[in-house]
């Protein structure tokens, strides 16, 4: 790949500060390993031309919490998570075990974190092997990053969903020795627990060894809805809380994303900060199934690392920009505001921190993997009403542009 210059306005995250730069005219390098090789403000009389005039250059968003059998489902209402799960969401999974289906769903999916400007996102595959490995080829002939994990679940669903503890494990290896590590470090594998509900304790058990030996990323669903956490509580009943239920089989870690976390105790918080697990913070979801609200202030105080989700299918977009204006509104809601340009954070380097990915995405620096977009966006002179801009505008500028390692994703 030759190296190439892009000259034009620019959005830096910061990395000591939930704050992004903006660098009114600026010069990006690329080199030919599609890493950032220079960044600065363009000298006086630069010959360079502009690239792409009326966009602004940021890194590619992070999607930290995406569910890729639910492309086809979103903004589809049928009530709270439970019963959401069951009408709505289980039927449609269960497409998946077809494979041409997943094929055609994979590339849609695809085409639509693209269209976002997201260049990175931590996928639930299917419970389906055949539909997650459909999904990873998809992932890697667009050139996305992205970390995706077989949906773990072995009781509480329909069984067409359901796959038996050892099986799973199984096929989950097969797919950590096909994917993990993919074209260095661009594909991952995540071990991906639905969600306690959905698990046996073989099966949590397993996906604890599994996610140890091969020190691999885990995600999971936690603490999203009252009667969720109820039926938790019942299901396993030697667990102090919710949050124990994974601690206690080894998916708790500094590697592991915990989706929603709206309703944690301050016990659960403390375990997660002293295991220096991550959040995925997923406000439109919340409020689409009536979730409630995650304190996300009161996080971000507790150092608790916190990436943007879009939550897909329950959450009504795969933009992470709505999905940050979103999160402005939660946090109004909570009585503790945010700062457009520290959600702008969240929805890139923040979400490559909590990812694990914050030494290699997320910035415009020297040595960063060249993961940037360049998103229309109209001539204004401040800061402040660029990221308005941005975030809030409901007619959401297109993408023009979205490279990951400098590559076109396509
Ligand atoms: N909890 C378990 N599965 C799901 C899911 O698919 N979406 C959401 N929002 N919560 C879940
Ligand atoms: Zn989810």
């Known amino acids: 790949m030759p190296p190439r210059t892009i000259r034009g306005r620019c959005l830096d995250p910061l990395p000591g500060a939930r704050d992004v730069a903006y660098l009114p005219d600026a010069v990006l390098e690329i080199d030919e390993n599609g890493h950032i090789s220079a960044f600065g403000p363009a000298p006086s009389g630069c010959a360079i031309p502009e690239t792409l005039p009326g966009t602004v250059w940021m890194p590619g968003f992070v999607d930290a919490h995406v569910h890729f059998p639910q492309t086809r489902i979103v903004g589809r209402s049928s009530g709270a998570l439970l019963d959401w799960l069951a009408q709505t969401v289980f039927p449609e999974e269960a497409r998946f075990a077809d494979k041409t289906y997943a094929n055609t769903v994979a590339a849609e999916f695809c085409r639509a974190l693209i269209a976002s400007g997201t260049t990175t996102a931590a996928v639930y ?40 503890a050892r099986q799973a494990l199984v096929a989950a290896e097969a797919l950590v020795a096909r994917w993990h590590e993919h074209d260095e470090g661009r594909l991952r594998f995540a071990v991906t627990p639905r969600f306690a509900l959905s698990c046996s304790e073989a099966l949590l058990e397993g996906a604890g060894e599994l996610a140890a030996r091969h020190g691999l990323p885990i995600q999971t669903h936690l603490s999203e809805n009252h009667a969720e956490i109820a039926a938790v509580a019942a299901a396993f009943p030697g667990a102090a809380h919710y949050l124990d239920v994974y601690a206690q089989h080894g998916l708790c870690t500094e590697r592991t994303v915990f989706g929603h976390c709206i309703h944690l105790s301050d016990d659960e918080w403390t375990v997660m900060q002293a295991a220096g697990a991550a959040v995925a913070h997923c406000p439109d979801s919340n409020f689409f199934l009536g979730s409630g609200v995650m304190p996300l202030r009161r996080t971000l105080e507790r150092g608790v690392r916190v990436g943007l989700g879009s939550d897909v299918g329950a959450g009504r977009t795969f933009s992470l920009r709505r999905i940050a204006a979103a999160a402005y509104d939660a946090a109004l809601v909570c009585g503790a505001r945010v700062e457009p340009a520290e959600l702008l954070w969240l929805a890139t380097l923040g979400g490559a921190q909590a990812l694990g990915l914050g030494d290699a995405i997320g910035r415009l620096a020297p040595g960063y993997e060249a993961d ?16 308005d801009a941005l975030l809030f505008s409901h007619s959401t500028e297109p993408v023009r542009n979205v490279l990951v390692r400098g590559r076109r994703a396509v």
């Open 125 to 164: 595959g299917s419970s389906h092997p055949v539909a997650t490995a459909a999904l990873f080829t998809a992932l890697d002939r667009s050139h996305l990053r992205a970390t995706v994990g077989l949906t773990l679940m072995d009781r509480a669903a329909p069984p067409a969903l359901c796959l038996e």
């Open 372 to 387: 940037v977009i360049a998103v229309a966006a109209p001539e204004v002179d401040d800061r402040a009403a660029l990221l």
